[in-house]
């Protein structure tokens, strides 16, 4: 079983992807914190995030592997765990920015596909899930709510490692990121024809994953 869960930044994808994988016994894959995990190889590279062939080829060479269960993953890169050190801003900006480059692109969901494939299946979050890494996926959901309640969550998670954040600055940087995934060249952020769309904005986590869950219960009846 494959299930996708495609939706803009702060939608509660990876909250929900880990209570659904945890439920159904499947794999997780973050294919956020992987993006992250390539933009931490970036940022100590020293190369810069506009030069996108010297960016693609730190990304390629790059050992980004996920471990562990849905509660206790862990995001390692080049044989380090570096789980807390992709949650800065500074690292959130740049995946944003490096997810723009196709061949960084393709060598993500390359590796992610692999993962996918392994087991009994996985629940994947990102932004072109259902579109691109598995098209074909069993169920694909996709999560949004209005940009405020957005950068809200955003803040509210990141307010404490990042002292100098403020709210402003969080919903300036939601609205880039929407702007810079739906506009994209390279597997933008579009809703799946068959995807299906819950806007959270009014919603508990529990009410939207009761939501999922019974979508995928119905699904799988006979």
Same mark, same amino acid.
């Given at each position: 079983?494959?299930?996708?869960?495609?939706?803009?930044?702060?939608?509660?994808?990876?909250?929900?992807?880990?209570? =659904?994988?945890?439920?159904? %016994?499947?794999?997780?894959?973050?294919?956020?914190?992987?993006?992250?995990?390539?933009?931490?190889?970036?940022?100590?590279?020293?190369?810069?995030?506009?030069?996108?062939?010297? *960016?693609?080829?730190?990304?390629?060479?790059?050992?980004?592997?996920?471990? %562990?269960?849905?509660?206790? =993953?862990?995001?390692?890169?080049?044989g380090r765990d570096v789980s807390e050190e992709i949650r800065t801003e500074e690292v959130s900006h740049t995946a944003s920015v490096i997810s723009t480059v196709?061949? *960084?692109?393709?060598?993500?969901?390359?590796?992610?596909?692999?993962?996918?494939?392994? %087991?009994?299946?996985?629940?994947?979050?990102?932004?072109?899930? %259902?579109?691109?890494?598995?098209?074909?996926?069993?169920?694909?959901?996709?999560?949004?709510?209005?940009?405020?309640?957005?950068?809200?969550?955003?803040?509210?998670?990141?307010?404490?490692?990042?002292?100098?954040?403020?709210?402003?600055?969080?919903?300036?940087?939601?609205?880039?990121?929407?702007?810079?995934?739906?506009?994209?060249?390279?597997?933008?952020? *579009?809703?799946?024809?068959?995807?299906?769309?819950?806007?959270?904005?009014?919603?508990?986590?529990?009410? *939207?994953?009761?939501?999922?869950?019974?979508?995928?219960?119905?699904?799988?009846?006979?």
């Open positions: 079983m494959i299930i996708a869960i495609d939706g803009p930044s702060g939608a509660g994808k990876s909250t929900l992807g880990r209570m =659904l994988a945890r439920e159904l %016994g499947l794999l997780y894959i973050d294919t956020g914190a992987m993006y992250r995990a390539a933009a931490l190889a970036v940022l100590r590279s020293g190369v810069s995030t506009q030069d996108g062939s010297s *960016v693609a080829e730190v990304v390629t060479n790059a050992r980004i592997t996920l471990e %562990g269960d849905p509660d206790s =993953l862990r995001v390692m890169l080049d196709s061949e *960084v692109r393709r060598a993500l969901v390359g590796r992610q596909r692999v993962l996918g494939a392994r %087991g009994r299946g996985a629940v994947l979050d990102g932004r072109d899930i %259902g579109t691109v890494v598995f098209p074909q996926a069993d169920f694909k959901f996709f999560l949004t709510a209005r940009p405020e309640e957005r950068a809200h969550r955003r803040y509210e998670e990141e307010r404490l490692r990042e002292r100098d954040l403020t709210f402003e600055d969080t919903l300036a940087d939601i609205n880039k990121r929407d702007h810079r995934d739906s506009t994209r060249a390279d597997s933008p952020l *579009v809703i799946a024809e068959d995807a299906i769309v819950i806007d959270s904005t009014e919603l508990s986590i529990d009410e *939207v994953y009761e939501r999922m869950m019974s979508e995928i219960r119905e699904g799988e009846k006979p």
